[in-house]
């Protein structure tokens, strides 16, 4: 009689994540008639079989629901294992505190902490989300070892002084987020001409803290709404209440109901940019996030 493997449990578990043999192979790099072999050995061992093949994927059978309760916890204790041994033999360990202002805190900062761990498994970062004024204060304060601001065009000429700096290349500039019903969702790319007119939702907050208002070279927008977060005037925008200035870092993680649009403007150069801050004599740990910063970025 077959035997269970480890392989074979890890292949069972990314089959019910997937849905179907295809994703679970992709996922896993994997040729399909391997993981194919891999769930037909399996329930060989078990004795019953493990998925229900239908139309459009599979469904786990009662016997793999048993299975998998069991089977997750394996494979997760074994991906630990991996990492604290792979840990063992990475010099970059210990934790790293990070701050990020909003936007990038949303989706490129995370993707830069998924890197990092993968390359530096011993290594944990410690996330903190807040305004570009704030990062710099707890940088200077020791608070933080790395600092991922915004600069440039519309923003306070901040003091990076005795700072190491670097701009993070790639990514897309100022956008304009609509509503998927909005007259302007059925095209790839507006005028500035065509937002006149338009209500807008801006932020508020803090005093002294870099908001988003109305497309800049705009005269007398009508400001419809404000909201301190991002997520909230998108949920605004999502229900035809208005459009909102957002940049084109955070385009991939807009809700479905939402747009991301680039804008022409030839009265406007975008300079505003992402920045990674450090102090000059950096650490092991916070060199290694930069430079996945930089591998992500150019992703």
């Known amino acids: 009689m077959p035997e269970m493997t480890l392989t074979g449990l890890r292949v069972v578990v990314e089959v019910a994540r997937r849905g179907s043999f295809t994703s679970a192979a992709e996922a896993l790099g994997y040729t399909q008639s391997a993981v194919s072999r891999q769930v037909s050995t399996t329930e060989s061992a078990v004795g019953s079989p493990l998925f229900e093949r239908r139309a459009r994927g599979v469904r786990p059978t009662p016997a793999c629901e048993a299975l998998l309760r069991h089977a997750r916890q394996v494979v997760a204790h074994l991906e630990a294992a991996e990492l604290e041994i792979a840990g063992l033999r990475d ?17 490129l900062v995370p993707r830069v902490i998924a890197r990092l761990r993968s390359q530096h498994p011993a290594l944990v970062v410690d996330l903190g989300e807040a305004s570009t004024p704030v990062q710099l204060r707890r940088l200077r304060a020791g608070r933080v070892e790395v600092a991922v601001v915004a600069v440039g065009h519309g923003l306070p000429d901040y003091d990076l002084s ?31 001409a065509d937002l006149a007119g338009q209500v807008w939702i801006v932020g508020t907050g803090k005093e002294g803290e870099p908001q988003f208002g109305a497309w800049p070279t705009l005269t007398d927008p ?7 977060t991002w997520q909230t005037r998108l949920g ?31 009265a406007f150069v975008q300079r505003r940019e992402t920045v990674l801050v450090t102090e000059e004599d950096r650490s092991a740990a916070a ?8 591998e992500e970025a150019t992703r």
């Open 91 to 107: 010099r970059v360990a210990g934790r790293l505190a990070v701050g990020a202002y909003p936007t990038a805190a949303a989706i």
């Open 162 to 192: 005795g700072l190491r700096t670097e701009v993070v290349r790639g990514g897309r500039g100022l956008g304009v987020a609509v509503s998927r019903e909005h007259p302007l969702a059925e095209q790839d790319e507006v005028d500035a």
């Open 222 to 228: 009508t400001i419809g709404y404000e909201a301190r």
């Open 236 to 266: 605004l925008v999502a229900a035809g209440l208005g459009v909102s200035l957002l940049p084109g870092l955070a385009a991939d993680v807009v809700p479905a109901t939402v747009k991301w649009l680039p804008v022409r403007d030839t």
């Open 287 to 294: 060199s290694a996030f930069a430079r996945a910063m930089e």
